[in-house]
């Protein structure tokens, strides 16, 4: 078993930032991917960035250029960096860890951008 605990939502005004914090503890060495999604209020979950092991990181269109993903292996983190927010990336955002068996989930937390 894998826990994730999230940190770092909140409200912000368009055109600002946030960083929120995931941490992993439990199994970690069957942990591979790790990434963040979100769901907006009557939307499907989607995939907002994944990064790698090793580093690789792959991003969804609508925040390309604005969010960035990284990680720290020794420490058992992963980060976002979400700069230039839109009122569009507000939703409930999700930490995840996939193994080859399971993928892991977060509890959550709300990023709230007003215009």
């Known amino acids: 078993q894998v826990q994730l605990v999230e940190s770092g939502g909140g409200l912000v005004q368009a055109g600002g930032s946030l960083r929120l914090s995931c941490a992993a503890s439990?199994?970690?060495?069957?942990?591979?991917?790790m990434g963040w999604y979100r769901q907006a209020p009557g939307k499907q979950r989607e995939l907002v960035a994944g990064i790698t092991s090793g580093g690789s990181t792959n991003y969804a269109d609508s925040v390309k250029g604005r969010f960035t993903i990284s990680r720290d292996n020794a420490k058992n983190t992963v980060a976002l960096q979400m700069n230039s927010l839109k009122p569009e990336d507000t939703a409930v955002y999700y930490c995840?860890?996939?193994?080859?068996?399971?993928?892991?989930w977060g509890q959550g937390t709300q990023v709230t951008v007003s215009s």
């Open positions: 995840a860890a996939l193994s080859r068996a399971a993928v892991y």
């Open positions: 439990g199994s970690i060495f069957s942990i591979n991917t």
